[in-house]
C-alpha cells in the first residue's frame, strides 16, 4: 500500500504564501490522478485542484489564478503552491490518489482510494 504524507502546513496572515508537499512512500504508476483536497470542521471534504497523468488540472472557482497544483514524478511528490492565501482557505487540506482523473471534473471523492493524514493550513486576517 502506497502512503502519502502531507507536509508544509502552518499559521501564516492574509496575503502570504505557502507550498503544501505530498510524498508517496513509493511510485505508484496504476494511479494516474493525485488530487488535494481540504475540509474544515463540520463540512464535508472539498476537491480543491487535480493533476492528472497526462498534466489536466483542475482549480476550485474560489482558489482559481491562487493555487497551482504540480507534480514530480522522479520524487513521487505532488504540490500546492497556495499564493494569497485568505481566511477561508483555513482548513486541513489532504492529498489523495486515484486511478484516473476522469474526463468529468472534479474527480468524484468517492473515485480516491489512498489518502493522506492532513496538514493544518491557518489563515490569519
Not at 499559521?11 to 508537499?21: H, K, N
Not at 476537491?47 to 476550485?60: C, E, H, L
Request: proline share 3%; charged share 20%.
Amino acid at each position: 500500500q502506497v502512503q502519502l504524507k502531507e507536509s508544509g502546513g502552518d499559521s501564516v496572515q492574509a496575503g502570504e504564501s505557502l507550498t503544501l508537499t505530498c510524498i508517496a512512500s513509493i511510485a505508484d504508476h496504476r494511479s494516474r490522478c493525485m488530487g488535494w483536497f481540504r475540509q474544515v470542521p463540520g463540512k464535508g471534504r472539498e476537491a480543491v485542484a487535480s493533476i492528472a497523468s497526462n498534466g489536466i488540472t483542475y482549480y476550485v472557482d474560489s482558489v482559481k489564478g491562487r493555487f497551482t497544483i504540480s507534480k514530480d514524478n522522479a520524487r513521487n511528490t505532488v504540490y500546492l503552491q497556495m499564493n494569497s492565501l485568505k481566511p477561508e482557505d483555513t482548513a486541513v487540506y489532504y492529498c489523495a490518489k486515484a486511478a484516473d482523473c476522469g474526463w468529468l471534473l472534479p474527480t468524484p471523492l468517492r473515485n480516491y482510494n489512498n489518502w493522506g493524514q492532513g496538514t493544518q493550513v491557518t489563515v490569519s486576517s
